[in-house]
T-cell receptor
Framework: ETGVTQTPRHLVMGMTNKKSLKCEQHLGHNAMYWYKQSAKKPLELMFVYSLEERVENNSVPSRFSPECPNSSHLFLHLHTLQPEDSALYLC????????????FGQGTRLTVV | DQQVKQNSPSLSVQEGRISILNCDYTNSMFDYFLWYKKYPAEGPTFLISISSIKDKNEDGRFTVFLNKSAKHLSLHIVPSQPGDSAVYFCAASVISNSGYALNFGKGTSLLVTP
């Protein structure tokens, strides 16, 4: 069983659409993260949730809206995106302060047209 | 401002030889350093880590060395195998109440040739 599962794997959306990315972790972790990987750039941290509370937002535009209804699920709601938002969006989870190791999902490849 | 840098975008090594991947960082407050491996169309997979209080950590064919005075770490893979061909990311983190948020380098693409 995969520890961190992301759906969908691929998504194409228009600039006026609204869509959501979903992440589920089966590892019993307390912290969940959204990262963005654009071409030729390092992975960029977008959001951190710890025990379902958002604790960090790295100045991400409001067209990205995260939601963490419980410690196992994380969503990223998308609306009125721009073509430059096309990227690989990765979800990760970690135990929390007890361990630095984050486990990643396979990512959602997003294309904004 | 990038705090973790991998200055070599690619590296090619012959099977059986040693692969050395390098990483530099600027933030002296980092507590942990990690290496991740990524295949195309997959998420990064954790490989090995090292605490800032150590200078070496070994796990099978993989060894990470940390030089705090130089703010430099390296990953040694020996012997290299064709299945090691992937993109390797260096990451560093500082503990906070929320846990760890990782700062990543841009990655080094390793190709191990038969």
């Amino acid at each position: 069983e995969t520890g961190v599962t992301q759906t969908p794997r691929h998504l194409v959306m228009g600039m006026t659409n609204k869509k959501s990315l979903k992440c589920e972790q089966h590892l019993g972790h307390n912290a969940m993260y959204w990262y963005k990987q654009s071409a030729k750039k390092p992975l960029e941290l977008m959001f951190v949730y710890s025990l379902e509370e958002r604790v960090e937002n790295n100045s991400v535009p409001s067209r990205f809206s995260p939601e963490c209804p419980n410690s196992s699920h994380l969503f990223l709601h998308l609306h009125t995106l721009q073509p430059e938002d096309s990227a690989l969006y990765l979800c990760a989870s970690s135990p929390g302060p007890s361990s630095p190791v984050a486990f990643f999902g396979q990512g959602t490849r997003l294309t904004v047209v | 401002d990038q705090q973790v840098k991998q200055n070599s975008p690619s590296l090619s090594v012959q099977e059986g030889r040693i692969s050395i991947l390098n990483c530099d960082y600027t933030n002296s407050m980092f507590d942990y350093f990690l290496w991740y491996k990524k295949y195309p169309a997959e998420g990064p997979t954790f490989l090995i880590s090292i605490s800032s209080i150590k200078d070496k950590n070994e796990d099978g064919r993989f060894t990470v060395f940390l030089n705090k005075s130089a703010k430099h770490l390296s990953l040694h893979i020996v012997p290299s195998q064709p299945g090691d061909s992937a993109v390797y990311f260096c990451a560093a983190s500082v503990i906070s109440n929320s846990g760890y948020a990782l700062n990543f380098g841009k990655g080094t693409s390793l190709l191990v040739t038969p």
